[in-house]
């Protein structure tokens, strides 16, 4: 059976449920009516002047000891308010409630009580007669009917929630086999060309293997990322936090970037904050946050044409410590400004600019500050530029 046949017939089966236990009560709430119900006559003092076997049955009391006693001897403090000598008694008037009555052995009882006022000949009020049907095991059904639909609702809802995680499993399952099979079906074609003709010129068969290497150099990419989002998603990811130098992290990471740069034809900065600020202060993983500053320097290092600038700079506070990266690049377009930290989303600056990439650099790097306690954010503005700025505390909480 498929997934959505299988979760409507489930829906199905709740439904049914549901209805039959609403069905049952309704049946009940018929039967509770039928049967004998409690009598009471009470003067206008409210005190009982006459009580059937039944209602005393119902109190547990017999009816000698109700009959002269005030109505107050069953009736629950907040209705007993209602109902103490020199106030106007709460039965006065025909009127059908549901009220608590308490037995003689303390024990609470739901009754429906239908009360008509009793007037003498001269139309002076006399007192009320009220019939008292016992409805605590319908109330009882009601509160245990209620417990079960909320029983019904969280199965319901944990299902619902199963479906749509088997869904987006699905779907991550699908945009992954999508996003390695197009460079695949590339590395075949050109081996492909390249088997076909051996007599394929020189220069011909470096331009093919070098494809084949950046295809190559995708795919392992790909992999890369998918296995630290993984990491990252089963909480696998260790942290090693201990206190690191800024700016030995900056010299490092100015090493490690500026090929890319000086290849691209963009100009890298890196500006450290003027006097003042511990540059050994920070307490974090050093490598988690090599990938974070990379990541973000590559991007700006792709969405910059050549000519362009990237720079990275450092500013503290006694808490946080910001790392900004501002490029001059071609900016976010702002329909498309809320999607890039999804998982394989590549923006339409991408196709423009032929870059590659694999729409997960974002997602993780995202993921790697708020595992460092820090949070990120960005502005673009197209044709103008980009600017990341994410803070990191100077000791983890
Ligand atoms: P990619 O592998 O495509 O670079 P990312 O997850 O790193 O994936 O980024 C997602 C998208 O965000 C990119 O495809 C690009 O459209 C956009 N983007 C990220 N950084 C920048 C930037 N500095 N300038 C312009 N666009 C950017």
Redesign the pocket.
Known sequence: MSTRSSHAAFIHELDAGDRSLKASIRQYRRMVQTVEDGVMVLDADNVLVFVNQELADMLGYSTDVLVGAPLTTFLLDDQAANAAPGRRPRLSVSEESEIKLQAADGTCRWALVRSIPLFDGQGHFCGVRARVSDMTALKQAEAEVARLKDQLDNRRALFEHEVEERSHIEEFVATVSHEFRTPLTSVRGYIDLMLSDPDLPREQQERYLNRLLANAEHLANLLNSLLDLSRIAEGHLQLTLEPISIQEKLDQLNEAMAPQFSERGVSFKIELQDGGFDRSALVTDGECLTRVLS??L???C???PAGGQVTLRVEADPESVWFT?A?T????PAI?QD???SKF??????RRLG???????????KSLVELLGGEIG?V?QEGV??V?RLSLPVVPH
């Open positions: 990541n973000l590559s991007n700006g792709k969405y910059t990266v490029d690049g071609v900016g976010i498309e999607r890039i930290f989303y590549r923006g339409s600056n991408t870059s590659r990439g694999t729409g997960l650099g974002l997602t993780i790097t960005f673009s530029g980009t990341f």
